[in-house]
């Protein structure tokens, strides 16, 4: 009898909570189950995204009735180039593992699920500090024997499943294993509890994998269209775009502030040109939509008393229709965000006061707010009710104003150069999140308009250009705005000094001891 040659060699990558470990329990109990020689190791990883937990699998495709007294050597760990079957839970664990050499052309078949969970490092910048997806997608095409690419997570969230019950029937689909569909599924039974989702997951993902050799981008889903049509004076590339921003002011406010949304955006639209892909209108009303939709208390409190909010979270921690699901709300409001939702009559002497007392850092206090029940739920729907009331409060006027501002400089450069009006739309991407991040963002959008677009320190309308999106990218890699003081400083600005950070002393508890030197 002709014995294969060597082991099919399987390397898993699941972050923590994602079944990794249960999908190669799954094929060690089919292996073991067809009397194959199966072994499989395991490397955690250091943290949920950080870096994902490994397990590697060798099945020998040979009945150990068959060997006799012989035997096949296995190896405990994964090396460069002998990979016949690379799966991966998440697109940029792919990506790791096309970049650690486990995937090459003439051997491995990738499968991988292309949605994303972004790392701490891309969360962590004040841009966009996503990684380009479609980099990695292209990378798999590239270098991959096969590739099979959809989104998993999208499949187990319908089956009401996790994720490796998807891999485990895209990995089933893809005929690399010497294991039926039957032995899988028969493997899945043996697991019992949850075994009917998870068959139904891994039968999405074995009706994926088992179709055409192609490989899938799932493609965004926008907002639905705004209830009436955008106006004659917008061209079709902006639609996509302003249709989103308009449903997103009427969802925020209401229709005569998404009415508003347009007007502003409107002006700028008639002085862009298609000779530029109607680029400077696209994205003025991508940041202008995202700054009149500032997070407030109210809107928070909208966002997290939403039917869809709850029915979400649900779904993502797969809890029974009969099986009850807790949410707690941690909030740790200020000065700032109380100070917003009133009249700016009572705003600005409070804060005046809270500055002078010192007390305008102290005054944040954590709050554990439960919404799944009836009083916590009450107090946010109550500050969620204060909607109508939102024009009268002092953060509407001071945003509103600024949004203005900001607008008057892009038309203003709009008749005399459309790059300089495209740089200053673009600092509008300053402007976000609450508490300090937004302080910190609109001080260095501030600062930007200050001295760059509306000062003269560069006046000439080529230098100013790049002179601002020089500032612009310095302001979103440095949080604390170092960066940007040092870029301003570059054209004779005078530089401010870095922000005061207080020395907290804490009381020494009783019976704690110093050190001996």
């Not at 925020?252 to 298609?274: G, K, T, W």
């Amino acid at each position: 009898m002709t014995l294969p040659e060597r082991p099919i060699t399987i390397l898993i990558a699941a972050l923590g909570g994602e079944g990794g470990g249960v999908l190669a329990d799954w094929i060690i109990a089919a292996a073991t189950a067809r009397d194959y020689p199966v072994q499989s190791t395991s490397i955690p990883g250091v943290a949920q995204r950080t870096g994902a937990t490994t397990y590697y699998v060798e099945i020998y495709p040979a009945k150990l009735s068959e060997l006799g007294t012989r035997r096949p050597v296995m190896t405990l760990t994964p090396a460069p180039s002998y990979v016949d079957v690379m799966v991966a839970s998440e697109l940029l664990e792919a990506g790791r593992a096309m970049q650690n050499g486990f995937v090459t052309r003439d051997r491995t078949t990738l499968i991988a699920s292309t949605h994303r969970i972004y790392t701490v490092a891309e969360k962590m910048q004040m841009g966009d500090g996503r990684f380009d997806s479609e980099v990695v997608l292209r990378a798999a095409r590239s270098l991959a024997k096969r590739a099979i690419l959809f989104d998993m997570q999208a499949q187990a969230n319908a089956a009401g499943t996790v994720i490796s019950a998807v891999m485990f029937g895209a990995l089933a689909g893809s005929g690399t294993l010497p294991l039926s569909r039957g032995d899988c599924e028969a493997a899945i039974r043996s697991g019992g509890k949850g075994a009917e989702a998870s068959l139904k997951g891994f039968a999405a993902g074995y009706e994926h994998a088992a179709g055409p050799m192609t490989t899938t981008q799932e493609k965004k889903r926008l907002r639905s269209s705004p209830a009436e049509p955008l106006r004659p004076a917008f061209p079709d590339e902006t639609h996509a775009i302003l249709g989103e921003g308009l449903a997103r002011c009427a969802d925020f406010q209401d229709r005569n502030y998404a009415d508003l949304y347009l007007d502003r955006v409107e002006p700028i639209a008639n002085l862009d040109s298609a000779a530029h892909g109607y680029k400077l209108t696209i994205e003025t009303g991508r940041f202008l939509a995202l700054w009149m939709c500032y997070e407030d208390v109210i809107r928070v409190a909208d966002l997290k008393t939403r039917r869809s909010r709850f029915e979400r979270v649900r779904e993502e921690v797969q809890a029974k229709p009969h099986e009850p699901v807790h949410i707690v709300e941690f909030l740790k409001p200020g000065v700032d965000e109380l100070t917003g939702v009133l009249p700016r009559f009572l705003a600005g002497p409070l804060k005046n006061l809270a500055e002078a007392s010192g007390l305008s850092k102290k005054l944040n206090v954590g709050m554990h707010i439960k919404t799944t029940s009836i009083s916590g739920f009450l107090l946010l729907r109550l500050l969620a009710w204060l909607r109508p009331f939102r024009p009268l409060t002092s953060r509407w006027h001071e945003e509103q104003a600024l949004i203005g501002r900001w607008l008057g400089a892009i038309a203003a450069a709009a008749k005399r150069d459309a790059g300089l009006a495209l740089e200053i739309a673009l600092c509008g991407r300053l402007i976000k999140g609450y508490g300090d991040t937004h302080q910190r963002g609109k001080g260095n959008f501030l600062r930007i308009l200050d001295t760059l677009v509306e000062g003269d320190a560069v006046p000439d309308d080529r230098a100013r250009i790049d002179a601002i999106r020089k500032a612009r990218e310095a302001a979103l890699a440095d949080p604390e705005g170092r960066k940007l003081e040092h870029s301003l400083e570059t054209h004779g600005i005078a530089p401010l000094p870095p922000r005061p950070k207080p020395i907290v002393f804490s009381r020494r508890k009783p019976g704690e001891h110093r050190n001996a030197a």
